[in-house]
Each structure stands twice: as structure tokens, then as C-alpha cells.
Nanobody, 122 residues
Framework: QVQLVESGGGLVQAGGSLRLSCAAS????????MGWFRQAPGKEREFVGAISRNSGTRFIDSGRGRCTISRDNAKNTVYLQMNDLKPEDTAVYYC????????????????WGQGTQVTVSS
């Protein structure tokens, strides 16, 4: 059974940083691209960024320069480092496993975690 478990969310002041983690089990982790998405109240889930099997990364425009994604295949874990957080970054953050880091649509990812809440206060 595939499981993705996010952690590291919490309450942070604007301008602060958080590092989210996503631990995977039940799949050949190194064979998957890993994506990060977020969903704010009343909004659709949106793509934040992704990392390829070879650790190439890509991000949405609002995250570029403030976010980094890394992976540790030995630990079956992917990370999302977010800096200079803004109140508009408040959302539930999800990790997902898929075939390609070019994928930006929810429907293109095969497995999902349960999410971790990030709240940024102004």
C-alpha cells in the first residue's frame, strides 16, 4: 500500500520559513517524480513545484526564488523549503507522486498524501 505522509507545517509569521517533508512508502520512490501542491480555503488545488527522478526542479512563478525542492532517495523523502512566506501562501500543502515532473495537473499524479497545514500570519 502506497503512503505519502507530509509533515512540517505550522503557523509562521510573514517573512518566515518552513521546510515541509513528505515520507513515502510502498512504492519505488526513486522511480517517481514528486510534486507539491497546495489548496487554500475555497480554492482549487494548485501546483507549487516538482522534482524529477534526477532532481531537476520546476516551480510556479510565485514560488520561484522563494522555494526549493529536494529529495533523499535513501530516505524515500522529498522536501519543500519555503522562504519569505506571505499570508497568501496559507494553504494545505500536499505531496504527490507521478511519472513526470512536467506534470502540473492534479489528475496527472498517481498518489497523494493527506496534506499538512501552513498558516502565515501577517
Amino acid at each position: 500500500q502506497v503512503q505519502l505522509v507530509e509533515s512540517g507545517g505550522g503557523l509562521v509569521q510573514a517573512g518566515g520559513s518552513l521546510r515541509l517533508s513528505c515520507a513515502a512508502s510502498g512504492l519505488s520512490f526513486s522511480r517517481y517524480a514528486m510534486g507539491w501542491f497546495r489548496q487554500a480555503p475555497g480554492k482549487e488545488r494548485e501546483f507549487v513545484g516538482a522534482i524529477s527522478r534526477n532532481s531537476g526542479t520546476r516551480f510556479i512563478d510565485s514560488g520561484r526564488g522563494r522555494c526549493t525542492i529536494s529529495r533523499d532517495n535513501a530516505k524515500n523523502t522529498v522536501y519543500l523549503q519555503m522562504n519569505d512566506l506571505k499570508p497568501e501562501d496559507t494553504a494545505v500543502y500536499y505531496c504527490a507522486a507521478g511519472a513526470s515532473y512536467y506534470y502540473t495537473s492534479v489528475n496527472e499524479y498517481d498518489y497523494w498524501g493527506q496534506g499538512t497545514q501552513v498558516t502565515v500570519s501577517s
